[in-house]
């Protein structure tokens, strides 16, 4: 117990320090040096925002991580679960769709089959529908999350309905 509190408040702070600075660098280069418009970059741009949604989750973990009780109110337990929960799935949606864009400009280059640049508004649709998919799938964790107290002993947790209706 001694080492996980003081473990995990050090790797969280540290992620959070190099992923802050990382990403934030990212969306300075994209905007800085804003070229015509193209699926990688507008991938990139929103993979960079769902990073640091889940990295502005984690000094919250930190904390309790090394006090081994929830600090904070309720809703910030809702809130802290989103954040964290929205980054996570936009992280791996994005990916994927970069992915799936690098696939059909690399492999598909003779074929019509796969746009090899996508227009501004299907690119648009398509991260509007990576954000909606995220959040879909962040609703269950999102609307389960509770803080319990047990022996004076705050958590913040996810835990779900015994009824199966919800699934």
């Given at each position: 117990m001694d080492f996980s509190q003081v473990f995990l408040p050090t790797v969280y702070s540290i992620v959070f320090i190099v992923g802050f600075i990382g990403n934030g660098l990212v969306?300075?280069?994209?905007?800085?040096?804003y070229k015509p418009f193209n699926m990688s970059d507008l991938c990139l741009f929103n993979l960079a925002i769902s990073?640091?949604?889940f990295l502005i989750s984690l000094p919250f973990w930190a904390d309790y991580a090394a006090n081994s009780n929830w600090a904070f109110p309720e809703?910030?337990?809702h809130a802290v679960t989103a954040l964290y929960m929205?980054?996570?799935?936009?992280s791996i949606f994005f990916m994927i769709l970069m992915t799936v864009d690098r696939y059909a400009v690399i492999v598909h280059t003779s074929t019509s089959l796969i746009p090899k640049?996508?227009?501004v508004r299907?690119?648009?649709a398509l991260a509007l529908f990576v954000w909606t998919l995220s959040l879909v799938?962040?609703?269950?964790?999102?609307s389960f999350s509770k803080v319990n107290t047990?022996?004076?002993?705050?958590?913040?947790m996810v835990e779900y309905s015994k009824r199966k209706m919800w699934k």
């Open positions: 969306l300075c280069v994209l905007v800085k040096y990073d640091l949604l809703f910030m337990c929205l980054g996570f799935y936009g640049h996508w227009s299907a690119s648009i799938a962040s609703l269950p964790a999102i047990i022996s004076n002993v705050s958590k913040c």
